[in-house]
């Protein structure tokens, strides 16, 4: 496989005419998310749509490790029935799933059972940073962070989501809302555009009591271990920053 290797050192991104390589034993669920975003634009690029065969490329994915392989092979009679994915029919997004029963199985599977509430946890961990976008990395930041508990009981409505993120907004920034007069009530869509309209006629100052970051959770920042629970953790980077995007990734990060 030609050399192809993804941003973090995770994944071999692969090429038109090989699919993407775990290059790590032990991945955490960052490196699984990565892994499936970069597996879906090898496939599009290759013109591959029938299922079983998307199946048994990503399975390919897993070849390096065989402690990884033979964690996989316990469930591998299950994964045959999985659907590739389940559609999100209230979506206008074709692309848009609720959630990916194939690949939820191998990543509870590696992760524990447990993975998703330990996850959760990293939530009440996200601030709203004193910069002028950050309202919009701390929407991006909590939207990533639902999306990856889609078909979990940790997954939150547009509507809940919108009450824990109105829960983090800096005393200053609520200020500025009432002033502009946004409503509470808007929809999330119409709400977080209206916020950003106000986020950009009046960025965020500097306040350390306002916008003070708590401190992370450094249990979250360590890989996965296939024979234990340890909790999922972050790239090694600030949970706050929101990674830069190359075109390719950009997509990839869309979909994940």
């Not at 109105?166 to 509470?184: G, I, T, Y």
Request: with cysteine; hydrophobic share 35%.
């Amino acid at each position: 496989m030609a050399r192809n290797v993804s941003g973090s050192g995770w994944v071999d991104m692969g090429t038109l005419k090989a699919g993407c390589q775990l290059l790590i034993p032990n991945p955490n669920l960052d490196a699984l998310e990565e892994l499936w975003g970069y597996v879906i634009t090898n496939l599009e690029d290759r013109d591959i749509t029938d299922e079983a065969l998307k199946k048994k490329e990503f399975l390919r994915c897993f070849a390096k490790w065989s402690t990884l392989k033979e964690t996989i092979a316990e469930i591998s009679h299950s994964l045959p029935s999985k659907a590739w994915v389940e559609v999100d029919t209230s979506s206008t997004d074709p692309d848009d799933f609720t959630c990916r029963p194939f690949f939820d199985a191998i990543r509870d599977k590696i992760l524990g059972n447990d993975w998703a509430r330990i996850y959760d946890l990293k939530r009440d961990k996200y601030v709203m940073l004193p910069d002028a976008t950050g309202f919009s990395k701390l929407v991006t930041l909590m939207e990533t962070h639902n999306r990856r508990l889609r078909g979990t009981m940790y997954h939150r409505s547009n509507e809940v989501l919108q009450t824990l993120i109105m829960q983090k907004l800096p005393d200053k920034f609520r200020a500025d809302l009432r002033d502009c007069k946004v409503s509470e009530n808007l929809p999330y869509a119409d709400w977080k555009t209206a916020c950003k309209d106000v986020e950009e006629r009046r960025p965020p100052t500097l306040s350390t009591t306002a916008y003070g970051p708590k401190r992370a959770d450094s249990r979250l920042d360590k890989p996965m271990n296939a024979s234990n629970n340890t909790a999922p953790g972050p790239p090694n980077s600030s949970a706050f920053q929101i990674s830069e995007t190359t075109p390719r990734t950009k997509k990839i990060a869309d979909q994940t």
